[in-house]
Nanobody, 124 residues
Framework: QVQLVESGGGVVQTGDSLILSCAASGDTFADYTMGWFRQPPGKEREVVGT???????YVVDSVRRRFDIYRHKERSTVYLQMTSLQPEDTAVYYC??????????????????WGQGTQVTVSS
């Protein structure tokens, strides 16, 4: 299975932008659909978006106008680009990988590999 390491989190101000990275190793990156999830404090983990090995991506409606997902094949890295950050975006952000199903996958139960998470805090 692929191993994942997220980076790029931090403390930012409302309206700032941030790019999270998730570096994959240990297997063929292109075989995996990658997902970004987040867990706000005191809440359940929720999906942010997903991108297939072919580059097809989907970002949930609530953040679609502000967030984007892309991947870099040669770097075996998937990115979550976040703009116009709001305090409600405060969460631990996780990337995950699956090859159990094709296409964009929003169900966290389908993901087998998870990163350790990176904290994003948006101050008002």
């Amino acid at each position: 299975q692929v191993q994942l390491v997220e980076s790029g989190g931090g403390v930012v101000q409302t309206g700032d932008s941030l790019i999270l990275s998730c570096a994959a190793s240990g297997d063929t990156f292109a075989d995996y659909t990658m997902g970004w999830f987040r867990q706000p404090p005191g809440k359940e983990r929720e999906v942010v978006g997903t991108i297939t090995g072919n580059g097809d991506s989907y970002v949930v409606d609530s953040v679609r106008r502000r967030f984007d997902i892309y991947r870099h094949k040669e770097r075996s890295t998937v990115y979550l680009q976040m703009t116009s950050l709001q305090p409600e975006d405060t969460a631990v952000y996780y990337c995950a990988a699956t090859r159990r199903a094709s296409g964009c996958q929003l169900n966290p139960g389908l993901y087998d590999s998870w990163g350790q998470g990176t904290q994003v805090t948006v101050s008002s």
